[in-house]
């Protein structure tokens, strides 16, 4: 499914409600480096986070900065640009 499939698919209360965000370098940066896996040392400390994990917390954290909801962010077609359910305080 394509980006492009999003809008016809997501019900049109969201797509109202969504707002377009633009991250800065330093945020799109930081984003990429949480979607890298961890390197791992043999010793048993458990299980380190997973990549999937890493990249949601990245999410929520980035919202928590810009006033949106880390889990509702969808791509665009530019590399720093997103859309996402603003938190009910920052509408």
Known sequence: MSNDDFE???????????????????QFDRLLRACIPPKVISIHTGEPQSTQDSANLAWIKLGAQMGFDGTTAKPTKERRVFTAIP???SS
Do not use: D, F, G
Request: proline fraction near 5%; glycine fraction near 0%.
């Open 87 to 89: 938190h009910k305080e």
């Open 8 to 26: 016809e698919l997501a019900p049109a209360a969201e797509l109202e409600n969504r707002k377009t965000y633009t991250m800065s370098e330093t």
